[in-house]
């Protein structure tokens, strides 16, 4: 079955940077475009990144553009995001999800996602 597996989070404080791996297994992985989601206590899930199936698009929320990074890399069926200047704003459970599909469109909804991994906590100390 499809399993996708975050790592990576942990506590840190205002300022310093985490890297996030989402590891997918169970299916072709460079079919699926990709994306980052986070969720704090009392709020919706919110977008962060997405990227394309072979990463020729990627677009970011405007609460993280020029602080985090999202990339892959399909031949180890894994994607990333790396988070600098992180802020305390930032804290919540930070979750991957895949979406099939046969263009190289990429996905900003939370419906548009068909799997999902179970988070990894971030926190951000002031």
């Known amino acids: 079955q499809v399993q996708l597996v975050e790592s990576g989070g942990g506590l840190v404080q205002a300022g310093d940077s985490l890297r996030l791996s989402c590891a997918a297994s169970?299916?072709?992985?460079?079919?699926?475009?990709m994306g980052w989601f986070r969720q704090a206590p009392g709020k919706e899930r919110a977008f962060l990144a997405a990227?394309?199936?072979?990463?020729?698009?990627?677009v970011y929320a405007d609460s993280v553009k020029g602080r985090f990074t999202i990339s892959r890399d399909n031949a180890k069926s894994m994607m990333y995001l790396q988070m600098n200047s992180l802020k305390p704003e930032d804290t919540a459970v930070y979750y991957c999800?895949?979406?099939?599909?046969?263009?190289?469109?990429?996905?900003?909804?939370?419906?548009?996602?068909?799997?999902w991994g179970q988070g990894t906590q971030v926190t951000v100390s002031s």
């Open positions: 169970g299916l072709i992985f460079s079919s699926y475009a």
């Open positions: 990227i394309s199936r072979s990463d020729h698009s990627i």
């Open positions: 999800a895949a979406a099939s599909t046969y263009t190289m469109w990429l996905f900003t909804k939370t419906i548009d996602y068909s799997y």
